[in-house]
């Protein structure tokens, strides 16, 4: 049976601030510049993520979509859509909200939550059209 990627995007906006607590001000403005801003800022994230599978010959799927998109939704953006990632997603909690961070933090959200009959590949999510991070998970995994 041929194996085969697929994905599924969701949209999200949420509220977030860069920095570090046992750092100054003025270290953080250094390192993270406008991100650091204490008064946060906002993004509308775009989240794919890809699984891979066999396509079942009953319904030609590697998966149902529909399926995945639960996953994403009720794991991840429930949470965090119209949220502040500081302040308001406890899975988040004691992370610097960096794309990657984030990334990371959603697929272990999301991993254990899929169809068995696939296995989660790539996590990518774009914070603005010019920046962007994928995960494709531990290393081994
Ligand atoms: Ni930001």
């Known amino acids: ?19 570090r607590d ?18 946060w800022h906002g993004h509308n994230y775009i989240l794919d993520v890809t699984v891979e599978g066999p396509v079942d ?20 953006v429930d949470d965090v859509d ?6 308001e997603v406890p899975w988040l909690e004691g992370t610097i909200v960096s794309t990657e961070n984030f990334a990371v933090a959603i697929w272990e959200r999301i991993r254990g939550s899929l169809p068995s009959t696939v296995r989660l590949h790539r996590v990518f999510l774009q914070e603005t059209p010019n920046n962007s991070v994928e995960y494709l998970g531990p290393e081994g995994d």
């Not at 119209?82 to 302040?87: A, E, K, M, S, W």
Request: with cysteine.
């Open 82 to 87: 119209h949220r502040n990632l500081n302040l």
């Open 57 to 76: 010959p009953e319904t030609g799927y590697v998966a149902d979509l529909k399926v995945i998109k639960q996953v994403v939704k009720e794991r991840v």
């Open 1 to 19: 049976m041929p194996t085969v990627r697929v994905t599924r995007r969701a949209h999200f906006c949420s509220a977030h601030r860069i920095y």
């Open 22 to 39: 046992d750092w100054s001000q003025e270290e953080n403005r250094e390192v993270f510049g406008d991100c650091s801003n204490p008064n």
